[in-house]
């Protein structure tokens, strides 16, 4: 069996690579700006953990083998202007949108879009950056520098955030994760928790939007899709071609992780159904110092990313499951101390959403 390449050596990356270890397939996440050599085989597999890349030795390698899955879906939804055309072509329900021109002017977008616009870089600006308000009654202008770079959103008034992650081989074949419940705060994810019964009623029309867009890219691997439940339907916010945060839970919370799955899907190796095994709750770790007391609660399983610690970066996540909601409950409630501001809001509000036990 051939490697799997990784582009990129970031914490996803490094995920696949530990999830494949127990099936002894070889993954090798690449550095872009590596100086060595990247000498690849003929029966190779090339996969990305991130959907832009700049041009270097490293990437153009990889990029050129012909096992590169996935290669063309990468650019077309790595722009918010090719995946935002795609959901309308596919009839996939998303916020009115349009294109900003080289002359388009906020008035005319009010007036397409309502009194709130939000204007979304086209390329990167993931966990609230590349972003920017357009509010009529602030009279509010299009950036400089953002004509020609960016669409603008018709802003959503929505109940929650959820997410779907599916998985499809390469004979067709699809699998789906449970509906994940996710909090968003300044634009990153700071909490999911999955499976929640009363999200059940969403799963068919999740999987069939996700399913749709798989069939149709000829997809191979997981993808994430982002989306808003609007009263008693979803509505997509973006895709991700690539393992995502609101997925990480799976890693406790099923028997096959989704960094497992896409593992499974490039390297050709069977699928099968992921068996959840309870209630899972993933806290991601935001620019905060490591504490070694997290391992000391039960069912808190630490991913520590190795990373600097900077104001507004992802540096881990901690995955717990528990089979009764007690015993989550009591973990939940020994973790919530160890945390500073503004963590305190995100327990509670993962205490407010999980069920009652």
């Known amino acids: 069996m051939g490697k799997v390449w990784v582009l990129g050596a970031g914490q996803l990356g490094a995920m696949m690579r530990h999830a494949a270890m127990p099936l002894s397939i070889e993954v090798q996440p690449v550095d872009f700006n590596q100086s060595q050599e990247v000498v690849l085989a003929e029966e190779d597999v090339v996969t990305a953990e991130i959907e832009l890349w700049p041009e270097t030795p490293a990437t153009q390698t990889l990029a050129a083998h012909p096992n590169f899955a996935n290669k063309a879906v990468f650019p077309r939804l790595a722009d918010r202007y090719t995946q935002k055309q795609l959901l309308d072509e596919l009839n996939i329900a998303t916020a009115p949108w349009q294109l900003v021109c080289e002359k388009t002017e906020s008035e005319s977008l009010f007036s397409a879009l309502g009194d709130t616009v939000l204007l979304k870089r086209r390329t990167g600006g993931y966990d609230g950056r590349g972003q920017f308000w357009l509010k009529q009654a602030e009279a509010t202008a299009v950036p400089e520098g953002w004509h020609n770079e960016a669409i603008a959103e018709k802003k959503i008034p929505f109940d929650e955030e959820v997410s779907i992650v599916g998985v499809r081989d390469r004979e067709g074949n699809m699998f789906f994760y449970p509906l994940t419940l996710n909090l968003h705060v300044n634009g990153i994810l700071m909490a999911s928790i999955a499976p929640l019964e009363r999200l059940g009623k969403l799963q068919k029309e999740a999987e069939g939007m996700l399913r749709k867009l798989l069939s149709s890219l000829d997809y191979v691997g997981v993808m994430a899709m982002e989306c808003f439940r609007v009263g008693d339907h979803l509505m997509v916010n973006e ?119």
């Open 239 to 357: 895709l991700a071609p690539r393992v995502h945060n609101s997925g990480h839970w799976t890693q406790a919370g099923t028997s096959i992780s989704q960094f497992e799955y896409h593992v499974r899907a490039v390297a050709g190796l069977p699928l099968a159904n992921a068996v959840v095994k309870g209630q899972s709750v993933m806290i991601n770790l935001i620019g905060v110092a490591r504490d070694n007391r997290w391992i000391g609660v039960d069912a808190a399983e630490l991913y520590w990313y190795g990373k600097e610690v900077r104001e507004g970066r992802k540096v881990g996540h901690i995955n717990l499951t528990q089979p009764s909601l007690s015993a989550l409950n009591s973990a939940l409630g020994k973790l919530k101390p160890m945390f500073p501001e503004p963590y305190p809001q995100v327990f509670e509000w993962v205490e407010k959403n999980l069920p009652v036990s």
